[in-house]
């Protein structure tokens, strides 16, 4: 007899949130995802590859914020390319990182939502990429503009 339960996959994550307009705004341009559906208490954003964040209004609930729960989210960028292209759409929508850093093995823009809940965007090298050695696990602060700007061109 296999006791094996079925997988399962995650296809979303719920977000409780005091400034919901703000919010909705800030993670459409984020994840580039629309409107599923939405109603004065919840917000359901669908990304381009199905997944969703359902947002929900913590101003009309009659009870304190929660405290525990999700500390932040993470998304990995499958390519550096993809990283540095994230940051330059986010930074034409006035959307900049509040610190970034780098350690060798991974690349991270930390941003601020909103609510101001953590946000990290990160590249991770692939395994036969990866330097051989110890890595630093907070690594070293970076000027994101300095990486992933282009080059001014001098006529």
């Known amino acids: 007899m296999n006791n094996t339960l079925p997988s399962l996959s995650l296809s979303g994550l719920e977000l409780h949130c005091q400034r919901y307009p703000a919010m909705i705004g800030w993670y459409r341009a ?4 629309e409107i599923d559906y939405r109603d004065p208490v919840q917000c359901w954003l669908r990304r381009p590859d199905g997944s969703r964040l359902l947002l929900l209004d913590t101003q009309l609930a009659n009870r304190p914020r929660e405290v525990a729960g999700i500390p932040g989210l993470a998304l990995v960028a499958a390519r550096f390319e993809d990283l540095a292209a994230r940051y330059r759409a986010l930074k034409q929508r006035n959307i900049y990182p509040e610190r ?9 823009l930390i941003y601020r ?11 991770l090298l692939p395994a036969a990429e990866r330097p051989q050695g110890e890595y630093r696990a ?17 006529g």
């Open 30 to 33: 984020l994840l580039e995802a």
């Open 113 to 123: 939502d909103p609510d101001g809940n953590p946000l990290s965007l990160r590249y």
């Open 138 to 154: 907070m690594g070293e602060e970076f000027d994101p503009a300095s990486l992933f700007d282009p080059e001014p061109v001098l």
């Open 100 to 108: 970034a850093n780098r350690n060798g093995l991974v690349t991270t």
